[in-house]
């Protein structure tokens, strides 16, 4: 692998034995130029370049290929202090566009600063240079590169479903189902990436879609993408599944303690409730009542009524909640 300068790229471009891979960080109007009259890419095409939230996409022009997908990084949140023993270690995830021109002998990348896909994709180059490089091959390493970036974040996921799995049943908080619902948000919008990432490596893998290399090597390569990809998609609806669950089950956690909570208040309303009907009688206007007030042992025979009362209350209880 060697460099040229921008100079050379033409007469690179209409070479035979020659492969070209242009990477352009943060397109400014120099690049622009150089993709609309070194490429000639379709303006449209590279207007798309400047635009950094577009869906991933496929689109065939005369000569070349414009693909569009998107990378994922995980964004490590700041780990829980001693006194958030109980709280999880959160994590985000960044979606950032990688736009991918390819042509019979060419292969251009632009993208935002510090791509990481990018030095990963540089690496896998370097440990594949025995090997008979195409630009089917350039394009299937930087799309395994993409596509191996989700990997990460999937273990991610399902490191922090597990931990919430075992702490809503024991301590069912806001932040606990806020932090369901982020997840689910973050799971539809990696739906939302790798559905038409899907799509693009079926159109890729088909043969007669391929205008540049030979059909039938690529299609190895790009097969075995394509099979990632259908396991991160998998993925991504088994744990939307769960998290759906655990969200019904949060729900019927917090009300089985609500319940819990009106049984004891009720209990000890009726039991507060018989004391003061006891005791209330003997407020009442009466000149005489039962025992009479001068009798020493009126009150605690009051007091022996309260505890039978109380008594029986409880075992009303027990007997209603008994199976």
């Not at 379709?42 to 998107?70: C, M, S, W």
């Not at 702490?167 to 069912?172: A, G, N, Y």
């Not at 505890?307 to 007997?319: E, S, T």
């Amino acid at each position: 692998m060697r460099q040229a300068a921008v100079a050379d790229l033409g007469n690179l471009l209409v070479s035979e034995t020659e492969l070209v891979w242009v990477d352009i960080a943060n397109p400014d109007e120099s690049d622009a130029r150089v993709m609309l009259d070194v490429f000639n890419f379709h303006p449209l095409a590279v207007e798309d370049t400047h635009n950094h939230e577009q869906r991933p996409k496929i689109e065939q022009y005369p000569g070349y290929l414009f693909i569009i997908v998107n990378a994922v990084s995980i964004i490590h949140e700041h780990p829980p202090t001693a006194q958030e023993s109980f709280a999880l270690q959160k994590h985000d995830v960044d979606f950032h566009e990688l736009d991918i021109f390819v042509g019979r002998n060419y292969m251009v990348t632009v993208h935002l600063p510090g791509e990481p896909v990018i030095p990963e994709f540089k690496r896998r180059l370097e440990m594949g240079a025995s090997l008979s490089i195409s630009i089917s091959y350039l394009l299937y390493t930087v799309l395994d590169a993409v596509v191996d970036g989700y990997f990460p974040v999937m273990d991610m996921l399902e490191e922090e479903i597990s931990q919430l799995e075992d702490r809503i049943l024991i301590q069912p908080k806001q932040a606990t189902l806020n932090r369901l619902f982020e997840l689910k948000r973050m799971l539809l919008h990696l739906w939302r990436v790798v559905w038409p990432e899907r799509d693009i490596l079926s159109v890729l893998a088909h043969p007669h879609n391929l205008i540049f290399g030979d059909p039938n090597a690529a299609q190895f390569y790009l097969r075995d993408v394509s099979d990632h990809l259908l396991w991160v998609a998998d993925m991504i609806g088994i744990y939307r599944d769960t998290l759906t669950t655990m969200i019904d089950l949060y729900m019927s956690s917090v009300s089985n303690r609500l319940n819990r909570v009106v049984n004891r208040l009720t209990m000890l309303t009726l039991i507060i409730g018989v004391m003061t009907v006891i005791s209330g009688f003997y407020g009442m206007n009466f000149l005489q009542t039962w025992p009479p007030f001068d009798n020493p042992m009126g009150v605690p025979f009051v007091l022996g009524m309260m505890l039978i009362g109380v008594g029986a209350v409880l075992f009303f209880v027990w007997w209603m909640n008994r199976e």
